[in-house]
Each structure stands twice: as C-alpha cells, then as structure tokens.
C-alpha cells in the first residue's frame, strides 16, 4: 500500500487560498488520489479525486505532479467552515480506503 | 435519495452484551465498509466488502462480525461489548475506486 506524509497542520486566513500538500511517493501507476476531511463533530465527506491530470469541482481543485509522487488540494477562499482534517489517500482496485493522521486546517477569522 | 443509513444513531450497552448496527445504502453500491473513531483520534477500518457475499477484514477486526447478504445491507454485530469499543461507528458505501458515501454515525458506549 502507498504510503503518504501531510503536515499535522497549517493554518490559513479567511478568504485566503490555501495549498494542502501530499507527498506519495510510492503510488503505484493505478492509484487514484483521493481527499476527504472531516469537519468537528461530523462524518467524514468526500473532496476530490483524481489519477493523473488536474482536478476541479465546486469545493477544491487538485494539482497533481507530473510524476505523480505528490499532490494539493487548493481551496480558493478559505472560510470558517472549511476548518477540517484533510486526509489524502491512494486507492487502487477492490482495496478499501484506509485513513491516516491528515493534516488539521485552521481557519482564522 | 437515503444514501448511506445507519441505526441506531446511539446505544449504551453493558459489558458483555451482544447488539447489531445496521447499514442500508440505496445506491447500488458494491462496495460497503464500516470504521470506528475513538474520541480524539482517526478512522480506523474493521471490516469491509466488495459485494454480496465477501467480506474481509480491515485493520481492527477482532470482536466484530460482518455479513453481506445482499447489496444493499452490511451490519455489524458486536459478539460481546467490551468498554474499548466505546465509539462512534461510521458505515461508508461507493463504487469501486469512487467517492465514499458515510453515514452519520452511530455513537456506542459500553458500560
């Protein structure tokens, strides 16, 4: 299984973009990237997913490296709301989605 | 659409009773599994399923049991509730490599 390193935390303004790194350097060529965080309280909810080219969706982008041993979630304008644990994860075929540490994201005001 | 439904949403058992938390998704989701979160700390996974029928084990299986009769249902019994299985339990459903759908959670203390 591919192994990832975040940063325990970091911490953004409000309204600022924010870059959440992801280092795996041992994904394997079929590995999907995913990223889900978790809100204080609350379950965890999906971000975003990608395999090898740029991702956007309406909550996140993802930039993937052209090697593929890393990658970032952006979220363009960081609000309160979006204070979370970020989790990056490699999933590949019938494997099942295993959670590390994350990286904790605070949001100041 | 339900999505992913878990009951009971809370339960307080005694030490060595036995109970059942239901998962239901209406997604036609293959894939089903089911993780713990101890206060403070990460999602673990127990046991999980890539359709009807199989089952297998995730990081922290002992003392619970799976089944997966249908594609709609993965419930997980609890064989004998001891107190380090006080936690809040999330079932999760998707297609394979998609995103995960969670339930809300069930929160479970044991006396």
């Known amino acids: 299984d591919a192994k990832t390193t975040q940063p325990n935390s970091m911490e953004s303004n409000e309204e600022e973009p924010v870059h959440l790194p992801c280092n795996h350097s041992?994904?394997?060529?079929?590995?999907?990237i995913h990223w889900y965080r978790q809100l204080p309280s609350q379950g965890p909810e999906y971000v975003i997913h990608?395999?090898?080219s740029n991702v956007n969706n309406r909550m996140a982008s993802l930039a993937i490296a052209e090697d593929r041993k890393s990658s970032t979630l952006i979220l363009h304008r960081a609000t309160l709301r979006d204070a979370a644990v970020y989790y990056c994860?490699?999933?590949?075929?019938?494997?099942?989605?295993?959670f590390g540490k994350g990286t904790r994201l605070s949001v100041i005001a | 659409n339900a999505g992913v439904t878990q009951t009971p949403k809370f339960q307080v058992l005694k030490t060595g009773q036995s109970m059942t938390l239901q998962c239901a998704q209406d997604?036609?989701?293959?894939?089903m599994s089911w993780y713990r979160q101890d206060p403070g700390m990460g999602l673990r996974l127990i046991h999980y399923?890539?359709?009807?029928?199989?089952?297998d084990q995730g990081e922290v299986p002992n003392g619970y049991n799976v089944s997966r009769s249908t594609t709609e249902d993965f419930p997980l019994r609890l064989l004998s509730a001891a107190p380090s299985q006080t936690s809040v339990y999330f079932c999760?459903?998707?297609?394979?490599?998609?995103?995960?759908?969670f339930g809300e959670g069930s929160r479970l203390t044991v006396l």
């Open positions: 041992t994904i394997s060529g079929t590995d999907y």
């Open positions: 399923s890539v359709g009807a029928g199989i089952t």
């Open positions: 999760a459903s998707s297609y394979p490599l998609g995103e995960l759908f």
């Open positions: 990608g395999l090898t």
């Open positions: 997604m036609n989701h293959e894939y």
């Open positions: 994860i490699p999933l590949s075929g019938n494997t099942p989605l295993v």
